[in-house]
């Protein structure tokens, strides 16, 4: 296939196979660029996007993008309409990092709408790196962030099913790709990276995973590159995975390489402790400063969204678990 279908094949909403994405992640500097897991991914890259083609700073970009699905309230795993853990109770994760290596990060959140935005308050406006729980909502609303309901009706209804069995088996690819993650470079090539979540559906109260975690669910370099992750996070937690892909990077693996061996190493330390792939996802997404990505994922499922000058599409990224 030339490199002009490709092309044409990249505008917005379409789906890019692994042989066009090849074409179309040629070695040159490509940005602005932004990058986000899952197919809620696409409007979260469009608010990204009007953020750098105006040659924003990436920081705002990943911000802006990710509260596309926070408040979204048909959304069952980010944010405003997500799944409540056992006890009835939303509590959302989020942490954020720009390219100075500032972060910021809360956990285990309540009755607020955009976890992300705190967590960029905690970085700019704290002497810390993480709230969590009470301490988190007192900030927030110290903040000047409403206090609201955050338990919609259908995720209300879908808790008290789930009551009747109490029985915890979360579905790979279903509620457990709890996460949306985004990495973006900017037109000064400067990265930035977000993360938010609303945890594993009927979770254990108080449970968090990786995606507030810094090094875990999302790491920025801007020195090298940036990733995020996805799925199941206690495994994420358990290879610190996110730092990582970019020290992978560093050591000159391309971000498809990267990824492709931190899933690896998953997929090593579950096989060592006898546990069924078939249970978990997991998956990378990964930036480098020339603008080229890649990703890998422990099954098929997963998908992310990729936004350039080429226009913005989701792609289906290679995986470890073939039939």
Known sequence: MIASTAVALSSFKGIASREEE??????KTRKPIVLSTWRFGLEA???????????????????????VPEGDPTERSVGYGGRPDRD?????????????????????????????????A????????????DGALQFALAQGFPKENILVPDSEREWKEWLKTSEYKPIANIENHDTIGMIALDAAGNLSGACTTSGMAFKMHGRLGDSPIIGAGLYVDNEIGAATATGHGEEVIRISGCHLVVELMRHGRSPQKACEEAVLRVVKLMKNRNKDLKDIQVGFIALNKKGEYGSYCVQSG?????????GNRLIDPDYYLKP
């Open 122 to 133: 905690v970085m700019e406006k704290t002497p810390h790196v993480m709230l969590v729980g």
């Open 45 to 67: 890259n469009e608010a990204a996007w009007e953020i750098l083609k105006k040659g924003g700073r990436s920081l705002d970009a990943v911000e802006a993008g990710v509260k």
């Open 22 to 27: 090849t074409i179309m992640n040629a070695p």
């Open 88 to 120: 009835g109770r939303v509590t959302l994760d989020a942490c954020i990092m720009d390219e100075m290596s500032n972060i910021g990060a809360v956990g285990c959140l309540e009755h607020i709408k955009h976890p992300i935005s705190v967590a960029r």
């Open 302 to 310: 997963f998908n992310y969204a990729v936004y350039d000058s080429t």
